[in-house]
């Protein structure tokens, strides 16, 4: 399958972390996600986890995937042209554990180029 892709017909809205160090960042609605960048300023390694979700799940919930990401350093994850589809949204959150949730403090800034559909 070749995929056609005009960047004049949309809009390709990306987050920003206008407010300072956060803990997590939330994008609701049904979205087609290209990637994202998330910088740890922690001295201390931790995790990023990703979740289709419309709102921050709780703590102990478990993520799609989690990705590992050492002190003082960024990570990053790539979907290409198509994307990678949330039907309910994208969350992003830091944890201190991989396989569950346990929010971190702010200490991440996020970037995330999605469209939403």
């Given at each position: 399958m070749?995929?056609?892709?005009?960047?004049?017909?949309?809009?390709s809205?990306?987050?920003?972390?206008a407010?300072?160090?956060?803990?997590?960042?939330?994008?609701t609605?049904y979205?087609r996600?290209?990637?994202?960048t998330?910088?740890?300023?922690?001295?201390?390694?931790?995790?990023?986890?990703?979740?289709?979700?419309?709102?921050?799940?709780?703590?102990?919930k478990?993520?799609?995937?989690?990705?590992p990401?050492?002190?003082?350093?960024?990570?990053?994850?790539?979907y290409?042209?198509?994307?990678?589809?949330?039907?309910?949204?994208?969350?992003?959150?830091?944890?201190s554990?991989?396989?569950?949730?346990?929010?971190?403090?702010?200490?991440c800034?996020?970037?995330?180029?999605?469209?939403?559909?």
């Amino acid at each position: 399958m070749t995929w056609f892709d005009d960047i004049g017909d949309r809009s390709s809205p990306t987050t920003t972390n206008a407010y300072g160090l956060k803990s997590s960042v939330v994008l609701t609605g049904y979205l087609r996600v290209y990637g994202f960048t998330v910088y740890s300023s922690r001295v201390s390694a931790q995790f990023i986890l990703v979740f289709d979700a419309s709102s921050l799940p709780a703590d102990a919930k478990v993520p799609l995937f989690a990705i590992p990401v050492t002190a003082s350093s960024q990570v990053s994850a790539y979907y290409g042209a198509p994307g990678r589809i949330f039907q309910q949204g994208l969350v992003l959150c830091n944890s201190s554990t991989d396989t569950t949730k346990t929010i971190g403090s702010a200490d991440c800034f996020f970037d995330v180029q999605y469209d939403n559909i």
